[in-house]
């Protein structure tokens, strides 16, 4: 069975810093396109970030360009955002969630989501 | 970088059939995939490359993509079926290549 979890989440100050990493199982790790997507309270989905099977392409959002970093790390199964100088508007559950394999493929499976509020 | 429009709002009563429209600059020349979400939930998989259904996803969902117009169809909506439904795209041109539109709250009546 496929899973991804999340964690890391939680209460920030603004411009801090936090990491948040997702466990995925099931599945060969190694063999998918990874992404986040957020969704900020009583609004829609948002798309954050993407890495690649291999790490070799990544894409931000130019919400968060520049102050976020995706990773991952195969042989651990494991996706990662790194999130600094945090802002309000970056108060969100955020989803890890998996590309299925071919151009143009949906987001096939989600994870619960982990909860970011920055607030002072 | 690439627009995906959805109306806020469709309501239905139950039996009878939702449209949920997803529009965009000739997205017939693209797949489309659609998101079912319930309050609290995580999203769900309904409908991948326009028509396609996931195992588990009733015959009622169904979907379809031409011109500047992608449809997620609902037949026979149930209570159930209420929730908030988005169409995401990939735009191979861009360096945000992923993208949702605003997402459409479904009313069942």
């Known amino acids: 069975e496929v899973q991804l979890v999340e964690s890391g989440g939680g209460l920030v100050q603004p411009g801090g810093s936090l990491r948040l990493s997702c466990a995925a199982s099931g599945f060969t790790f190694s063999s998918y396109s990874m992404n986040w997507v957020r969704q900020a309270p009583g609004k829609g989905l948002e798309w954050v970030s993407y890495i690649s099977s291999s790490s070799s392409t990544i894409y931000y959002a130019d919400s968060v360009k520049g102050r976020f970093t995706i990773s991952r790390d195969n042989a651990k199964n494991s996706l990662y955002l790194q999130m600094n100088s945090l802002r309000a508007e970056d108060t969100a559950v955020y989803y890890c969630?998996?590309?299925?394999?071919?151009?143009?493929?949906?987001?096939?499976?989600w994870g619960q989501g982990t909860l970011v509020t920055v607030s002072s | 970088s690439y627009v995906l429009t959805q109306p806020p709002s469709v309501s239905v009563a139950p039996g009878k059939t939702a449209r949920i429209t997803c529009g965009g600059n000739?997205?017939?020349?693209?797949?489309v995939h659609w998101y079912q979400q319930k309050p609290g939930q995580a999203p769900v998989l309904v409908i991948y490359y326009d028509s396609d259904r996931p195992s588990g996803i009733p015959e009622r969902f169904s979907g379809s993509n031409s011109g500047n117009t992608a449809t997620l169809t609902i037949s026979r909506v149930e209570a159930g079926d209420e929730a908030d439904y988005y169409c995401q795209v990939w735009d191979s041109s861009s360096d945000h290549p992923v993208v949702f539109g605003g997402g459409t709250k479904l009313t069942v009546l």
């Open positions: 969630a998996r590309f299925e394999v071919g151009v143009g493929a949906p987001l096939d499976y």
């Open positions: 000739n997205i017939g020349s693209k797949s």
